[in-house]
């Protein structure tokens, strides 16, 4: 897979993480400038490695899927399916191809995405090649630097998945062997990810080794591997993974909705802290507009999904008047500019496996055991509970309808559930150029040129 690649190479002690981009088709062997260190001279300090894996999170908030920017999935895939509306006036950043469902193989939107994700799966090679290959560094470093590396590449595998269908897969930083993979069988391709993620969860501690809870825990790969199974409908194991979560006392559900998305709440399992302190998120940056909306609006189909005691209305979405009409925005993430003390990215949450454990017990025909969980997302937001009696049938409309209100606009949650419950067509109504093909993106165009062997493409394209 020949492609723009994210190489982390670190500094020696007192300098910054350095982050160059090469390109793989020049990828050959030269001397190491004066100012970086060769991954085995980096991985035999303990202060070097943690900066190599400080730059992998750096590129995860700066420009990665699981970004709350404009290239982030929350924005991409709210857009392509029914939480946002796009308002760029230019398509030239191909942002507007994507929202009307027209994505083309060199659409740059698409290009960009798989670039970024394989180069931060290369930084994640890199960091898993050079502590495995270590011989300084403590075993219990080995474990978690190795444990979060490999939790993030996995985690970026899955959502590329889920996005392109069926993708080349690559353990090594090797460019002989990367510039030559072909697009692994989906079959083979999850057993792979599952046994990753497996392994991830082993690795990493279940303390937190920051307070701000800014790194993944065993917790944060007990929720992943969660996800996974439900994706292989392996829903007695997706359950007791869910469990697992929910008991731990690490973990306190928050009651306040006011305070769901602010970063000191023992409700987030793992979060990204924004690049210089006090700056805002790149979601609050993103959605924020008072007068006329300058990227995305709410999607009216979304706005009226709320009943009007819905505190969720109250407290995510704002209304802001414009030439005598209402466009609404999330604002779930409030604070801007340098006036941030108090929120950060988050991507894993509580709430999200009281969901997750309510669908694997529907699933198992527990309708009267999940109610409860979808329930506290319910009085959370001041609505009344779900009754206990409802049949599999209600509680799986419950819990769809549910979810779709509490986790708008948040990486893409909205899209993955769609496609993951065969519901996709149902964007027809709402979205007039959606065909079924449009489940899946085209392979970058770029990259079949460089890689043949990621053929063929997609279909549809």
């Not at 403590?138 to 590329?160: C, H, M, T």
């Not at 046994?195 to 990493?204: C, M, R």
């Not at 708008?408 to 079924?436: A, C, M, T, Y």
């Amino acid at each position: 897979m020949k492609t723009r690649i994210e190489h982390i190479i670190v500094a020696a002690i007192l300098s910054a993480v350095l982050t160059t981009t090469i390109s793989c088709e020049k990828f050959v062997e030269t001397d190491f400038p004066n100012n970086q260190l060769p991954t085995e001279v980096v991985f035999e300090d303990e202060q070097t490695a943690e900066a190599a894996l400080a730059g992998l999170y750096a590129g995860l908030w700066t420009n990665s899927l699981i970004s709350g920017g404009i290239d982030g999935m929350g924005a991409l895939m709210g857009t392509y399916a029914d939480d946002l509306t796009c308002v760029y006036t230019s398509g030239s950043n191909g942002i507007l191809d994507i929202a009307n469902n027209q994505q083309v193989a060199t659409n740059t939107v698409v290009t960009t995405a798989w670039t970024n994700a394989y180069g931060q799966i290369y930084a994640a090679n890199s960091i898993i090649e050079g502590v495995t290959n270590s011989k300084s560094l403590s075993q219990a470093s080995k474990d978690r630097i190795k444990g979060e590396a490999l939790f993030v590449r996995s985690i970026i595998y899955f959502n590329l998945y889920q996005i392109f269908g069926e993708i080349a897969y690559t353990e090594t930083t090797n460019y002989v062997i990367n510039s030559q993979l072909g697009r692994m069988n989906k079959d083979q391709l999850l057993i792979k990810l599952e046994t990753d993620l497996s392994e991830a969860v082993n690795l990493l501690p279940s303390a937190y080794r920051n307070a701000e809870r800014i790194y993944p825990n065993k917790f944060a790969g007990y929720m992943a591997l969660a996800k996974m199974k439900m994706l292989l409908k392996k829903w007695a194991e997706a359950e007791v993974l869910c469990s697992t979560v929910l008991q731990s006392s690490q973990y306190t559900f928050q009651t306040d909705p006011s305070k769901v998305f602010q970063k000191n709440g023992t409700h987030i399992i793992w979060q990204l802290k924004p690049k210089n302190t006090n700056d805002a998120t790149k979601e609050a940056s993103l959605y924020n507009f008072t007068g006329a909306p300058l990227s995305f609006v709410l999607n009216l189909n979304l706005i009226n999904t709320f009943s009007s005691g819905d505190l969720r209305r109250q407290h995510y979405i704002t209304a802001v008047p414009f030439n005598q009409q209402l466009n609404y925005r999330s604002s779930k993430y409030k604070n801007l500019a340098v006036n941030n003390p108090n929120e950060y990215s988050i991507i894993y949450r509580l709430d999200e496996v009281n969901f997750m454990m309510a669908e694997s017990l529907i699933e198992q025909n527990k309708a009267v055991e999940a109610v409860p969980y979808i329930n506290r997302s319910c009085q959370r937001a001041g609505l009344p509970a779900l009754s206990t009696s409802l049949t599999v049938s209600a509680a799986t409309a419950e819990l769809r309808e549910e979810k779709r209100r509490e986790f708008f606009v948040e990486h893409g949650i909205r899209f993955f559930d769609l496609k993951r419950w065969g519901l996709l067509d149902q964007l027809i109504p709402v979205k007039p150029n959606w065909k079924s093909y449009h489940s899946q993106w085209p392979i970058p165009q770029k990259e079949l040129l460089l890689n043949p062997n990621l053929n063929p493409q997609n279909t549809g394209y």
